[in-house]
């Protein structure tokens, strides 16, 4: 999509977004084929955490039995993260700071992040599809991965000398 960032907006405001909450991912923002490898590397750098939504996002109580009791998602890391499986209720995102604002380029940055619009009044929009909800759905096909990865990375931090 096109770069919609507006420094002029942005500057004045010094990310409330950022400070508050860190963006939610969809498997095709990354270049790279989805693999247990791949999300291993992207956890070990302590940039990303894997947050979840109760209950299967594809049912509504109605339509029967859901599958999922959790359904996993990949987010950018917030420094109040507690671990690697971490269901976050805002904090600042570890990718921001106040010198450069946010450290990744704006075609790398999550879903969530790029189609958040900054407008003038501080009231942005974000793009209501690309919620929490959206992103976690598209993770469906990759919750073993995301599983097996995030405990392979707490096993390696529980063994490594502090
Ligand atoms: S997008 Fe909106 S909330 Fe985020 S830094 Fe820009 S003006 Fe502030
Ligand atoms: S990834 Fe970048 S744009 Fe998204 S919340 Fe973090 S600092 Fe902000």
Redesign the pocket.
Known sequence: MKNNE?PS??SI??????QSASGYTIPTDFQEETTLHFLISLLESGNWSIDWLEGDPRYSIRDGEPKLNRCYALRVARVNDTGVFTKSFGGACVLWSLEKGCSLPFENRPIECRF?K??RS?S?KSNGKYSKEYCAKRWIPYQDMLIEAGHRIEKSRTHSPS
């Open positions: 507006k907006i942005c405001c010094k990310g409330k977004c950022c958040l900054p407008i501080m942005c």
